[in-house]
């Protein structure tokens, strides 16, 4: 079993940076493939970022590409996701989550854990 916990959220103003943090409990965790998902008010969760178990393989929407940065440290058991030039569309709330199987990088039916989410609110 795997424990997600997700930290780092608040309000930024656009332009701004922030960097959360999904901090995992359990042995396997660095041998899982890591991702960010998030659910804006209204709206329907939608992928953000991936990556392999290694950390050599990432993936990202295109939303945030060029923004959003993902990584981990598997000696802490810990994946971040640093958030650059937020927009007032990147508001929402935040979720970790974490998977073993092969189902695609960006769909959520393929995650077996997941986190509880941390709220991000980007100002105009």
């Known amino acids: 079993q795997v424990q997600l916990v997700e930290s780092g959220g608040g309000l930024v103003q656009a332009g701004g940076s922030l960097r959360l943090s999904c901090a995992a409990s359990?042995?396997?965790?660095?041998?899982?493939?890591a991702g960010w998902f998030r659910r804006a008010p209204g709206k329907e969760r939608e992928f953000v970022a991936a990556i392999s178990w290694t950390g050599r393989t990432t993936y990202y929407a295109d939303s945030v590409k060029g923004r959003f940065t993902i990584s981990r440290d598997n000696a802490k058991n810990t994946v971040y996701l640093q958030m650059n030039n937020l927009k007032p569309e990147d508001t929402a709330v935040y979720y970790c989550?974490?998977?073993?199987?092969?189902?695609?990088?960006?769909?959520?039916?393929?995650?077996?854990?997941w986190g509880q989410g941390t709220q991000v609110t980007v100002s105009s």
């Open positions: 989550a974490a998977k073993s199987g092969q189902a695609p990088w960006d769909s959520p039916e393929g995650y077996d854990y």
């Open positions: 359990g042995r396997t965790f660095s041998s899982l493939t």
